[in-house]
């Protein structure tokens, strides 16, 4: 079935840092990618997201591009600030198991904790 | 505008009893989604409505697992038998509509302790 994996946490960087977080995803057919994070006491919410082969989703510094050659969605952040300390999750949307179109459900990795220090 | 709003925050119940969590979605969502986040993964989907009706129910575990939405806005998950496996956090989101590329819009999570 479909699936997403992640690199493995947490993650520690200081103040200004390049930041890298790893996802691929096995998939029948060619899903939407997605970043979602989760910043502490607070509810998911979406970071960027790519629809198709090529495209490169962008939001507050953070870069993805959606790379169906090595089915990945690496995040990259440039500098990275304190405020980026949160959990982030990569997804897949739009196809089923089978390779048919499915709408609506998000499959997620298991998450990267990222801690920045000043 | 009002988010997506979850109820309770906490839920902490024995083995064996009912729970119902309700979700709030932002208003003139028609998809709604329920979603569980056990400690340290990250969400696994349960089931969505497009409207009043199921979608897609192919995450519900098991049986004792139910969920509804009888006037295509607010719906309540309801758990029966709970059992120490079902502790998680349980989360709702919401989108427009259900159509690709969609933003689901996710609420603060219900979480249930099983003792």
């Known amino acids: 079935g479909n699936s997403v994996t992640q690199m493995e946490g947490p993650v520690t960087l200081s103040e200004e840092a390049f930041l890298t977080i790893n996802c691929t995803y096995t998939a029948t057919g060619y899903p939407s990618l997605f970043w979602y994070v989760q910043y502490p006491g607070e509810g998911l919410q979406l970071l960027l997201k790519?629809?198709?082969?090529?495209d490169k989703g962008s939001n507050k510094g953070f870069e993805a591009t959606y790379r169906k050659e090595t089915t990945s969605f690496h995040l990259e952040k440039g500098s990275v600030q304190v405020s980026d300390s949160a959990v982030y999750f990569c997804?897949?949307?739009?196809?089923?198991?089978?390779?048919?179109?499915?709408?609506?459900?998000?499959?997620f990795g298991q998450g990267t904790i990222l801690t920045v220090h000043p | 505008g009002a988010g997506v709003s979850q109820t309770p925050s906490n839920k902490v119940t024995e083995k064996g009893k009912y729970v119902e969590l309700r979700c709030d979605p932002i208003s003139g969502h028609t998809a709604l989604y329920w979603y569980r986040q056990s400690l340290g993964q990250g969400p696994e989907f349960l089931i969505y409505?497009?409207?009043?009706?199921?979608?897609?129910d192919s995450g519900l575990p098991n049986d004792r697992f139910f969920a509804v939405r009888p006037e295509g806005s607010v719906s309540t998950l309801k758990i029966q038998r709970t059992e120490r496996g079902d502790s998680a956090v349980y989360l709702c989101a919401s989108s427009l509509f259900s159509g690709l590329p969609d933003t689901q819009y996710f609420g603060p999570g219900t979480r249930l302790t099983v003792l």
């Open positions: 790519a629809t198709k082969a090529d």
């Open positions: 409505f497009q409207g009043t009706g199921a979608a897609d």
């Open positions: 997804a897949l949307q739009g196809v089923d198991d089978a390779g048919g179109t499915s709408y609506g459900k998000l499959t």
